[in-house]
Structures are given as C-alpha cells and as structure tokens.
C-alpha cells in the first residue's frame, strides 16, 4: 500500500480508501459475514481510511460493528446530512446518532453530507454550524472537519474561500476535470494548504466499462488493462489526491485495488498514456449534449433557473448512449434546493446567454431539458418530497 501525508495534519493516509456504501448485500438487507471479510483483509493489507455516512440505511451499524476490534488502527469518515437539518439541535442529534451506530467516542474525519451551493452552506452558518464544529473538534469528538462537494466550480470556490475546512472530499475522475469542483478546485482547495479526498474516481462504476472505441484506444497503450485500472491511475497520478475512495463489494474488486494501490505512484502515467485516456475521453464524452462547464457565470436567472445544473442532469453520466435520469434532475432542481429551478421556469429573457463562455444557446437548450425530464407530475413531487424532507 502507498500513503499519502494529509499535510494539515501530519497523518499518513492510505491512498485507497474504502466506500462502504457499497458493502456486500443479500436478500433485504446487509452480507455482514462477506463484508467482515472485505474489511479484515484491507485492514490486513493496509487500508486506513473508511468511509461512510448516516444517510446509507443501516451501513454505520454494520460498519461501526466491523470496526470497532480495528478502532485505534484505521480512521472513520462519516457524515452529517444536512438535507435533514432544520435547526441547530440537528447538528447534535445527528452526529450523536452517528457516533452510536459506529461505536465510538470520534470521528476521525467528520463532513457535511453533499453541499451544492454557497448558499445552502450559509443557512448552516448562520444556524451556528462552525460554532458547533469547533466546540466539538475541542471536545476531542470530531478531529477533522469537512464537507463533501458536488456543485459547480463557482460554488465550490467560494465554500473553500469562507472557511478554514481541516479537509474536503470531490467528486473527481477523468470526465469530470470542468465538472463539479473540477481540476480547477482541486488545484485551489490545495493551493489553499486544503486536504482533498477524491470520491467516484469511476463515476459510480461508468468508468469500469467504456465503449470499444475507447477499449482500443486504451489497448494501443496497454494491452490489457482494464477501464477500472486507467481511471484509477489517472486519480492517483495527481499528486494532490490524498486519498482516493472505491466502493467495493467483492473480493476481487479489492483485490486489484489493492495490486494498484501498492504501485501507483503520482506522477507515474507516461505522455502516451495520458494522451491515450484523453482520447478515450474524447470518445466516451460524445454523448454530452450541452457543452456547459458548471462555471456559473450565467447566475443569477431572474427566474431562479438553476441553469448549470438543469445541464448537468441532462447530460446525465456524459456517456454516450446513456439516458438522464429524471428523478436525480427532479431532486436537484426541485426538491434540495431552497427554491425550485426547473427549466420550465425560464422565459426565454436572453439575460444569461451574453455571460456564457462556451455560447451556448441556454433558453433553447433549456426547452429540450424541459422536454426530455420534466413530466406533469415533476413540480407537485419535488414539492412532496420538499415537504416530507422537512417533516411537515
Ligand atoms: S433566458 Fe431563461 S435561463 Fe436565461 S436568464 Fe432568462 S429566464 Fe433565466
Ligand atoms: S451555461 Fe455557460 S455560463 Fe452557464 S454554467 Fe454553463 S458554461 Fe457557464
């Protein structure tokens, strides 16, 4: 196994680090007996980070169960989720919770679930959240404070400028380096002295299986590796990666992480292979419909349209051949943010379009967003389960 040194602390990270949100499953619930085993045999080979969170059903319990004979030798990540906090007792009664389920008395690295926006972290702010975070890094029950991202550039930029985070974790893999926070955040957050653990290194398994075209371009360079290795590589090439989680549910999944994780150097990938996950990319991005980058300048919209993300979601996984997925775009137009920002909300103004760099023709690239993942029944349910959300 490779570490890395989380700089802010001083702590060698494992470069793998373990997602258990994807731990072993039968029947209805949690494989406990195969996910021991996953567990065990990382730990035995090295692993030292693992990560999960109060929002995956009944995965702290079982995780927290697993651990708890490894405690003083592996860190815990975990975390708050903030879409169900409405007042500041929230930030105690969760985090208690979680520290319950995992049978500790601290979580080594402790992250607001999924921030999207500047704004949305400022409601915590202002309910007294980095108050509440310092007073229990003090108590000795949380050690690093941090947030999960998975906005836009723009907006991750600013969370990073606002606070001085102990850590954050983006989502990061070769098709995302203008997505989400991007190669332009990461380069920031550690320009900033900020530590960055990476997450979907192959978007949610996209990745893992790429279309021939891509094969071929791969296997020209190197035959034989599989898409799963070259997106690992690519992560762990960046020496600014301080650890890089995969969700694994099987022990060969682990297994050829862990082969990869004991010889992949930052830095390591040649000028051809580089060339030749650029051109895959190229390939595999032909199904990317809206060439927007998340960059933001087209914000505000007088009508509250949150633009990069209605593109976003249309564009799906970015992989060609694939279908958005209406109900992801309903949650995050509808349901999480503080108001609603559908597409359909745009009236065709032409406020936005002058502020965008990639011209893009926005009100009518909005109309086929419309089309394609908006139905009757989408604004009555973002607001249900807006509703539901906040226990009303
Ligand atoms: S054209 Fe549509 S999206 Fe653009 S600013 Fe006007 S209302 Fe908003
Ligand atoms: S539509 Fe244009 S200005 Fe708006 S986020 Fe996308 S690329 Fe940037």
């Known amino acids: 196994m490779l570490y890395r040194e989380n700089r802010k602390n ?20 949690f494989d406990a007996e195969t996910a021991r085993n996953l567990l065990e045999h990382a730990i035995d080979q090295g692993v030292n980070y693992f990560d999960t969170a ?22 815990i990540a975990t975390k708050l ?60 029950r949380i050690r690093n404070f941090g947030f999960s991202f998975h906005g836009g550039p723009g907006q991750f930029k600013r969370i990073i400028d606002d606070y001085d985070w102990d850590f954050c974790m983006i989502q990061y893999n070769y098709l995302d380096t203008e997505r989400q926070a991007g190669t332009a955040g990461l380069l920031h ?19 893992a299986k790429v279309p021939p075209a891509a094969q ?3 296997d020209a360079v190197v035959p034989g590796r599989t898409p799963a290795e070259w997106g690992l590589r690519w992560v762990w090439n960046h020496p600014e990666a301080l650890t890089v989680l995969s969700g694994m549910s099987t022990i060969d999944q682990l ?6 994780a004991s010889e992949a150097q930052a830095g390591a990938l040649a000028a051809d292979e580089l060339r030749a996950i650029a051109e895959a990319r190229a390939v595999i991005a032909e199904g990317i419909r809206v060439p927007c980058t998340g960059c933001e ?24 051949g694939s279908k958005p997925d209406r109900l992801l775009y309903l949650a995050y137009m509808g349901a999480f ?3 609603p920002g559908f597409a359909s909300q745009c009236t065709a103004c032409g406020a936005c379009v002058r502020h965008c760099p990639q011209n893009i023709d926005i009100p009518r690239e909005l109309e086929s967003v419309t089309r394609e993942l908006e139905r009757f029944w989408s604004k009555p349910a973002a607001r249900i389960a807006k509703r539901f959300m906040k226990g009303e």
Request: positive net charge.
């Open 216 to 218: 071929q371009v791969f």
């Open 255 to 260: 297994n050829a992480n862990l082969q990869l």
């Open 54 to 75: 109060w929002m995956y059903p009944g995965n702290e319990v079982l995780v927290g169960k697993l651990l708890k004979p490894h405690r003083a030798q592996i860190n």
């Open 337 to 339: 943010p503080s108001k």
């Open 81 to 140: 989720p903030i879409s169900l906090v409405k007042r500041a007792s929230d930030f105690d009664k969760y985090f208690q919770q979680s520290l319950e389920h995992l049978q500790t008395e601290y979580i080594d690295y402790y992250l607001l679930h999924m921030l999207t926006s500047f704004d949305a972290y400022r409601r915590f702010v202002d309910m007294g959240l980095l108050e509440w975070a310092e007073r229990e890094k003090e108590r000795g």
């Open 189 to 207: 957050a550690v320009d900033k002295g900020m530590p960055v653990m990476v997450m979907e290194p192959l978007r949610g398994g996209k990745l």
């Open 10 to 29: 001083g702590q060698l990270l494992s470069q793998l680090a373990f997602g258990c949100m994807r731990l072993p499953r039968r029947g209805g619930g």
């Open 297 to 320: 300048y087209c914000l505000p919209c007088p009508q509250g349209v949150l633009i990069p993300t209605a593109f976003s979601y249309y564009n799906g996984d970015g992989i060609k």
